[in-house]
């Protein structure tokens, strides 16, 4: 039913982009990503070029990240068009199945990094996420093409070419600076970094780096030395470069700020205000709108302005994080690095382990021992035997992922599934559609998660609870429990409330209406397809979950597509738990708001 939808959608989208007439010159593109960027925290005063784009170009209101909101999920829909049921790309952190080889070596996987990109290439399939990327088809019309900034979204961009000799590509991890290989920097480039002054390699995060710890305060400065130097390499070599080259050209600009920052400031520690919206985390939101401003003032210092345009988009929201559960068995035990009666990462790991009476392992399969002040850091195996567990749980902040690779799948799921309706800190379930339907769950594939993907579909997915702290804006004074390293009153993302959905989205350019709010629902996985359409490259349709070109925002524009909002409800569980999914159906899409039990999902319309 879904698959047909979206098939009609793309025979319609086709047939008005027919119309179009043939540009003169070939476009060029910037795509700049504020990773953790809240639609509502941009302001003339503390992002003026943000707002700028946003007040002069197109306003995308109706903005959705997709879920879940972390990462590198939202990076493989920027970089195919997809929807994550297609990329794969199901989390930050993943189970993969068999291990991956030294140096990773555990079957959860962090892919939020070059080489375990590299690798995730070579189990499955050659590409993990199956689908062509806008950049990969722009360069094969001949486009140059760069991507730079932060490690792991930014060569998701142009996934399949990791020799250097494609896309530009420059992260942190260039040079081997994160303690990695990264993707080789071309001689020829590093030369013109060289003869433009700059450092020979992107500096490390510096201060703001540190993010402190249960009893300190975390970093006080935005990522601003960092980001500088990738703003640097953008207007002063590469710019400048595709200039002289006479090329047309995408260039990635993937800012680690607001949200490095957001997760690490020191502003809040274990208190839930002023949370991510202190100075530090607003100064990074400058930060990001300063790199913004250089790069439009180098297009127009080079009279490539006129022909260029720029998009920005946020992978995902942003929340303050709790770590407060009155009823979590875990917050009962004593850890070393844990405030007292605070819950550790990995609580849900510990809370089931008890609950369902499995061993808790770590990733790598050794037993933990939460009695002993040890809690799981990177996911945890549950069960008798390390090589074949029940339970695989991937961490990704304000969601967990639940894999159950196990025989046993299908009887043991409706008992995972009531474990969870029976924890305070969970907010919405979500369970693979081979499992059947389970009480107090909705299908997956409600929410664009099954399709074409290569890698392992997740079994259940669970979002935690998220609230208001009561300021006026409650998107803009989200809290939410999460499975993650930072403190109470620090950032996270990754849950259904509407705080972390909520991406800033917005455009200027020759192809973007002018002073214009699109009204529409939008998401990260129409930028692909609406920028294919205006340079004229075909993306690949492996799988069927594509988003839409977003055509009412461009200047041969289409009418606002009609929307139908609606809401989907679980059948509640034994003890009364229901899902609640709040959608918008548009341009033969469905868009995702927010999801989970009401009264324990922000934004969430009962
Ligand atoms: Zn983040």
């Given at each position: 039913?879904?698959?047909?939808?979206?098939?009609?959608?793309?025979a319609?989208a086709a047939?008005?982009?027919?119309?179009?007439?043939?540009?003169?010159?070939?476009?060029?593109?910037?795509?700049?990503?504020?990773?953790?960027?809240?639609?509502?925290?941009?302001?003339?005063?503390?992002?003026?070029?943000?707002?700028?784009?946003?007040?002069?170009?197109?306003?995308?209101?109706?903005?959705?990240?997709?879920?879940?909101?972390v990462?590198?999920?939202?990076?493989?829909a920027?970089?195919?068009?997809?929807?994550?049921?297609?990329?794969?790309?199901?989390?930050?952190t993943?189970?993969?199945?068999?291990?991956?080889?030294?140096?990773?070596?555990?079957?959860?996987?962090?892919?939020?990094?070059?080489?375990?990109?590299?690798?995730?290439?070579?189990?499955?399939?050659?590409?993990?996420?199956?689908?062509?990327?806008l950049?990969?088809?722009?360069r094969?019309?001949?486009?140059?093409?760069?991507a730079?900034g932060?490690?792991?979204?930014?060569?998701?961009?142009?996934?399949?070419?990791?020799?250097?000799?494609?896309?530009?590509?420059?992260?942190?991890?260039?040079?081997g600076?994160?303690?990695?290989?990264?993707?080789?920097?071309?001689?020829?480039?590093?030369?013109?970094?060289?003869?433009?002054?700059l450092?020979?390699?992107?500096?490390?995060?510096?201060?703001?780096?540190?993010?402190?710890?249960?009893?300190?305060a975390?970093?006080?400065?935005?990522?601003?030395?960092?980001?500088?130097?990738?703003?640097?390499?953008?207007?002063?070599?590469?710019?400048?470069?595709?200039?002289?080259?006479?090329?047309?050209f995408?260039?990635?600009?993937?800012?680690r700020d607001?949200?490095?920052?957001?997760?690490?400031q020191?502003?809040?520690?274990?208190?839930?205000?002023p949370?991510?919206?202190?100075?530090?985390?607003?100064?990074?939101?400058?930060?990001?709108?300063?790199?913004?401003?250089?790069?439009?003032?180098?297009?127009?210092?080079?009279?490539?302005?006129?022909?260029?345009?720029?998009?920005?988009?946020?992978?995902?929201?942003?929340?303050?994080?709790?770590?407060?559960s009155?009823?979590?068995?875990?917050?009962?035990?004593?850890?070393?690095?844990?405030?007292?009666?605070?819950?550790?990462?990995?609580?849900?790991?510990?809370?089931?382990?008890?609950?369902?009476?499995?061993?808790?392992?770590d990733?790598?399969?050794?037993?933990?021992?939460?009695?002993?002040?040890?809690?799981?850091?990177?996911g945890?195996?549950?069960g008798?035997?390390?090589?074949?567990?029940?339970?695989?749980?991937?961490?990704?902040?304000?969601?967990?992922l639940?894999?159950?690779?196990?025989?046993?799948?299908?009887?043991?799921?409706?008992k995972?599934?009531?474990?969870?309706?029976?924890?305070?800190y969970?907010?919405?379930?979500?369970?693979?559609d081979?499992?059947?339907?389970?009480?107090?769950?909705?299908p997956?594939?409600?929410?664009?998660?099954?399709g074409?993907?290569?890698?392992?579909?997740?079994?259940?997915?669970?979002?935690?609870?998220?609230w208001?702290?009561?300021?006026?804006?409650?998107?803009?004074?989200?809290?939410?429990?999460?499975?993650?390293?930072?403190?109470?009153g620090?950032?996270?993302?990754?849950?259904?409330?509407?705080?972390?959905?909520?991406?800033?989205?917005?455009?200027?350019?020759?192809?973007?209406?002018?002073?214009?709010?699109d009204?529409?629902p939008?998401?990260?996985?129409?930028?692909?397809?609406?920028?294919?359409?205006?340079?004229?490259v075909?993306?690949?349709?492996?799988?069927?979950?594509?988003?839409?070109?977003?055509?009412?925002?461009?200047?041969?524009?289409?009418?606002?597509?009609?929307?139908?909002p609606?809401?989907?409800?679980?059948?509640?569980?034994?003890n009364?738990?229901?899902?609640?999914?709040?959608?918008?159906?548009?341009?033969?899409?469905?868009?995702?708001?927010?999801?989970?039990?009401?009264?324990?999902?922000?934004?969430?319309?009962?």
């Amino acid at each position: 039913m879904q698959i047909l939808k979206f098939a009609a959608a793309g025979a319609m989208a086709a047939a008005f982009l027919c119309g179009f007439p043939a540009a003169a010159a070939p476009r060029n593109l910037i795509i700049f990503v504020a990773d953790g960027l809240r639609s509502h925290s941009v302001t003339p005063e503390v992002a003026p070029a943000l707002a700028a784009v946003r007040s002069e170009g197109v306003d995308f209101a109706n903005s959705h990240s997709l879920y879940p909101t972390v990462t590198t999920p939202n990076s493989s829909a920027i970089a195919t068009g997809h929807l994550l049921g297609d990329t794969g790309d199901f989390g930050n952190t993943i189970f993969v199945g068999e291990p991956l080889p030294p140096p990773f070596g555990a079957s959860i996987a962090g892919i939020e990094d070059d080489d375990a990109q590299a690798v995730m290439n070579q189990r499955f399939g050659g590409d993990y996420l199956g689908e062509t990327t806008l950049l990969a088809a722009a360069r094969a019309k001949g486009y140059a093409t760069a991507a730079l900034g932060k490690h792991g979204p930014t060569a998701i961009q142009d996934v399949t070419s990791r020799d250097g000799l494609g896309t530009i590509e420059l992260d942190d991890d260039t040079g081997g600076r994160d303690g990695g290989h990264g993707i080789p920097l071309r001689a020829e480039i590093a030369a013109a970094i060289k003869a433009a002054g700059l450092e020979p390699l992107p500096p490390d995060r510096g201060l703001n780096g540190g993010g402190g710890a249960y009893n300190m305060a975390g970093t006080l400065v935005a990522n601003v030395d960092q980001q500088n130097w990738f703003a640097g390499v953008a207007t002063k070599v590469l710019l400048p470069r595709f200039k002289a080259e006479g090329k047309p050209f995408v260039l990635v600009f993937w800012s680690r700020d607001p949200d490095g920052t957001q997760h690490g400031q020191g502003d809040s520690l274990n208190a839930l205000e002023p949370g991510i919206n202190g100075p530090t985390s607003k100064a990074a939101i400058r930060n990001a709108s300063n790199d913004l401003q250089a790069l439009r003032d180098a297009l127009k210092a080079l009279g490539l302005d006129d022909n260029t345009d720029v998009i920005v988009t946020a992978d995902h929201g942003f929340s303050t994080m709790s770590r407060q559960s009155p009823a979590s068995p875990a917050a009962k035990f004593r850890y070393r690095d844990v405030q007292p009666g605070f819950l550790p990462q990995g609580f849900l790991d510990i809370d089931m382990s008890i609950g369902l009476k499995l061993p808790l392992r770590d990733a790598t399969g050794d037993i933990v021992h939460p009695e002993q002040g040890f809690y799981p850091k990177h996911g945890s195996l549950l069960g008798a035997d390390p090589k074949h567990p029940e339970v695989a749980i991937a961490p990704n902040g304000g969601s967990d992922l639940l894999y159950l690779p196990g025989p046993g799948a299908k009887a043991l799921a409706p008992k995972v599934v009531a474990f969870l309706t029976r924890q305070d800190y969970v907010g919405a379930i979500f369970v693979n559609d081979a499992l059947g339907a389970i009480p107090g769950s909705l299908p997956m594939s409600r929410i664009g998660l099954i399709g074409s993907a290569r890698t392992p579909q997740p079994s259940i997915m669970v979002s935690f609870k998220s609230w208001s702290t009561g300021c006026a804006d409650p998107e803009m004074c989200g809290v939410e429990i999460a499975d993650s390293g930072q403190q109470q009153g620090q950032g996270i993302h990754g849950s259904f409330g509407r705080q972390d959905t909520h991406n800033f989205m917005a455009a200027i350019g020759p192809d973007f209406k002018t002073r214009f709010v699109d009204p529409a629902p939008v998401s990260n996985a129409d930028w692909a397809n609406t920028l294919a359409h205006i340079i004229g490259v075909q993306l690949s349709d492996n799988g069927h979950l594509r988003g839409r070109v977003m055509g009412e925002a461009l200047t041969e524009g289409a009418a606002v597509p009609e929307v139908r909002p609606a809401t989907l409800r679980s059948e509640p569980a034994a003890n009364g738990f229901v899902t609640v999914l709040n959608i918008q159906e548009a341009g033969g899409e469905t868009y995702f708001d927010a999801a989970g039990m009401p009264g324990r999902t922000l934004g969430l319309k009962p």
